[in-house]
């Protein structure tokens, strides 16, 4: 008879709920509730942390057009407001966007220091540029062009360029990662850094559905992922599901009843519910931790997700 995983409920974890704000995926166009300037991320960050999100997963942006923007002085402009307003875990991240340099997508979080960084996995496809079939007016001019280029742009994230990430920022700064695995392929790339003792246990492991070019958002899909995961890494590991768009809630239900842990956040998804445009992240925070607690599963507390992830703390981050 072939193991199953253990529910939430039977291994006597919490849920860690991670809020992914504003991404660089999304536009203004797109929804007029993406949080642009450092005043909206600021209060949306702490707003997610007091509906119940332990992490707080971070991009910035220009303040004059939303368009994505790697500054490190724009992030401190909204990294110490959150701090002193909410104890969340604050997760920088170094996927940056389309364009970025290694450069760019580093500046940030080598300033900040902070307890968590994202880190995907492998270089991919990452196609949004379906979305200008439905879209005529766009707000700024260099939305259009951003979104099209996702057809014949490549994610690029290689061996050596994940490496560099480990050895800047973890080995350098501390930090810890959330491991973003978009497809399985990704999981075995982890499984490499983890037996060249780069990285150690425990891993925070991010199993992403549903984007063009990755893995597909079938419940089929996250049972290989997570069965994948378990051979990879045994009891060493974190797991988290982010699904993409309409699949979000959907997926992190079901992950959540196996025993992973949860994001969410208009980085991943604008919508509520079936063609209801999420007001905040904050009510996408509350709609999964509603889920959660009826399904007699604890909201894990900052602190508890530090302890579960081995973080430094956030007294020991540079802003």
Not at 162 to 183: M, P, S
Not at 246 to 257: F, K, P
Request: glycine share 8%; aromatic share 6%; with cysteine.
């Amino acid at each position: 008879m072939s193991q199953q995983p253990e529910t939430a409920a039977k291994a006597g974890r919490k849920v860690i709920i991670t809020c992914a704000v504003t991404g660089s995926v999304h536009t203004p166009t797109m929804t007029p509730y993406l949080p642009i300037t450092p005043d909206d991320i600021a209060r949306e960050s702490i707003a997610a942390s007091e509906a119940g999100a332990a992490i707080i997963h971070l991009h910035a942006r220009n303040a004059k057009d939303g368009s994505p923007t790697p500054d490190p002085n724009v992030f401190m402009q909204f990294l110490p407001r959150i701090k002193q307003n909410c104890d969340s875990v604050i997760n920088i991240t170094t996927g940056g966007s389309l364009g970025m340099s290694m450069e760019d997508r580093l500046a940030a979080p080598l300033r900040a220091k902070p307890e968590l960084c994202s880190l995907n996995m492998g270089s991919m496809n990452f196609g949004i540029y379906h979305v200008t079939d439905k879209i005529s007016d766009w707000k700024y001019d260099w939305e259009k062009p951003y979104v099209e280029r996702t057809r014949e742009n490549v994610v690029s994230n290689s061996f050596a360029q994940i490496e560099r990430f480990i050895r800047d920022l973890g080995q350098g700064c501390g930090a810890r990662f959330e491991c973003e695995c978009y497809d399985v392929g990704h999981l075995y790339t982890l499984a490499h850094f983890l037996d060249r003792k780069l990285l150690e246990p425990p891993l925070f492991v991010q199993t992403i559905f549903g984007v063009l070019g990755g893995i597909g958002p079938h419940p089929d899909d996250l049972m290989h992922m997570r069965r994948t995961a378990d051979r990879l890494f045994g009891k060493d590991y974190q797991w988290s599901i982010l699904a993409a768009g309409r699949h979000q809630i959907n997926l992190a239900t079901i992950g959540a009843a196996m025993g992973g842990n949860v994001r969410v956040g208009l980085e991943d998804s604008i919508y509520l519910g079936p063609g209801r445009l999420a007001k905040s992240n904050a009510e996408q925070v509350q709609k999964i931790r509603t889920i959660l607690e009826a399904l007699s599963l604890e909201i894990a507390t900052p602190e508890e997700a530090r302890k579960m992830l081995k973080l430094k703390g956030g007294d020991q981050v540079a802003f």
